[in-house]
């Protein structure tokens, strides 16, 4: 292997690293060099979401991505906390100051929330399958079950309702859905679930902004692209719609033959959109 090769797979290779934020371990992994982009895992799995992306983008930027308070390998203590605040002590021990977000679900609500406090550090936004705060989907069968289970903090009993209601959506079955992405989505939800000092055991702690981030959209001026697959819950669709809607410089792509997490059950779909997003020059000094 050449030193230019060595070189290079050096500096792609992960680096992981604990972030304490107000008696926080956020377990963290950086990669790769150039323009920055943050991966935010929606709230059934953790930073496991974005394999192929972190892998994939490192080649051309540095990727950040990290487990959300009470996710993955990420400690959740019980005190008050916002995760959006978490978003900016993880930047700031990163030593990132301006970011690309790339953010699923409830870590949609996130990137949200700290681009109208932080539009300077936001370069584009990129929602996939879009939640905010207070928005349970609720109309299916499977989408009651599942906030039934998680207001009763019954871990097993959440489990398969979620894979109905978000992998599968109100209308396919789940032989009909990417066995490969379920299976992934199936161990990731299980141990968030699962844990003691998980967050759906303890997210009463958690504070957010007022007033919300949808009554704020207009404020911001960033390029935003909101994928939503079109086998998602219905009301993750309609929240799509607002956003696109309320946003002033904001698109969408509607993924066919996806459920809730759209980049891991359509790849090929979803990375072209990502890479174009990506690839356009940030304007410095311009938000």
Known sequence: MS?????????TAPHARWVEVNGAHL????????EAITMLHGFLVDSGQWDGEFADFAQTHRVLRYDLRGFGRSSMPEAPFSHHQDL???LD???????????CSGGAATALDFALEHPQRVTSLVLVGPGYWGRFANRTPEARAFVAAIQSGDAEAMLEPSLRAFVDGPRRSPEQSNAVARERI?????????????????A??????????LERLGELSMPVLVIVGEEDQAEVIELSQQLVEGLPNARLALIPDAGHQTNMEAPDVVMPLLRDVFARPVARGVV
């Open 88 to 90: 900016a002590a993880v």
């Open 204 to 213: 009463q702690w958690q504070r957010d902004p007022q007033p919300s981030a």
């Open 93 to 103: 021990a990163s030593g990132i100051e301006r970011t690309a977000l790339l953010a």
């Open 3 to 11: 030193r230019t090769s060595t070189r290079r797979k050096e500096l």
């Open 27 to 34: 377990h963290t992994e950086l990669a790769g060099q150039g």
């Open 186 to 202: 199936r161990a990731m939800s299980a141990w968030n679930f699962g844990r003691e000092d998980g967050y759906w055991r303890h």
